[in-house]
């Protein structure tokens, strides 16, 4: 094998298929691996080559295990690859797409997430499944209800409130009332262990350097920061924050020609969990701003004068925007985020 070459891997849970492929796109060798197979195979590479598989579930494990054995790692989003696949779609083909795509000028690449981010990463996902759970377990509360003439207000509040009410209901029959409370415990259970999650990722906020420093950003508690931490690999991996903030979907859409600007509604790319924790810290800066009595600094003075022009959800992105710029600045530079108590200037608020 040749250092010259690179090596495309179409990742499985049992079986992997490798394509060696020459810099000039000429396949050398195919070689189809069990999982235990490959991981011996990472022994034989060349020292220093490149080697490249799709972005997927398997894939951070896999790239920290090939850099162990001196391997030069890229990952490569899937909406990346299929380009390049064509028609009579298999394995094979799956890995000499992967050698293909690595090869383009301008592909951009995944950054190996480490296993402390994975781990905080599945916290965020347990508790997002959790809280959907949840959820459809109210509506099924309130359409049991409704289907008998109960009809309670939309929103998780009013279904709470009537549980003191549940057993004084003459409405209800003692089978459905029964029914009723055995949602309630279920819905009692999923409360308590959506809330030891998030006693977890607390605990896991105040141990964390990087965590703890996203934490000094106005509107980011600790779901937020920890979910940043954790959302990519290695952030210099974005030339500069507003890249990092464009990943995450919190720029305007652009439809420019002829040398005209039209700028829509955001993207909403990439991680749409991230930007909704954002975007709710966004919310809560702003009210935090209006309601506050100390005297304006340039931040709140902006704010401020956003909300005046453009209203609260076009300010609300426009916080989360920054608080994302500057999240960035913070993974890239292991600073910490200082507010300007500084009072404006007449300058500043002409």
Partial sequence: MENNSVFGVDLSKDVFHIVEMSKGGRILRKEKLSREGFAERLNHFPKGCALYMEACGGSHHWSRVAKGHDIEVHQIAPHRVKPYVGHQKNDYRDAEAICEASQRQGMKFVSTKSSFQQEVEGLHRVRERRIGVRTALINQIRGLLCEHGIVLSVGATAVYSYKATLLDDTRLSPGLRMTICELYEELMHLDERILATERALERVSKENDTIKRHRTIPGVGALTASALAVLYGDATVFKNG?????????????????????????????????????????????????????????????IKRLYAEKGAKLTAVAIANKNARIAWKILTSGAMFHMVSMPATTADIQ
């Avoid at 990092?244 to 829509?264: D, E, M, N, W, Y």
């Avoid at 709710?280 to 702003?286: A, E, K, Q, V």
């Fill in 242 to 302: 507003r890249q990092f903030s464009a990943s995450i979907g919190l720029v305007p859409k652009q439809h420019s020609t002829g040398g005209k600007q039209r700028l829509g509604n955001i993207t909403k790319h990439g991680d749409g969990y991230v930007r909704r924790l954002l975007l709710m810290g966004g919310l809560s800066t702003l009210r935090a701003t209006l309601r506050s009595t100390a005297p304006d600094n340039k931040r709140s003075l902006w």
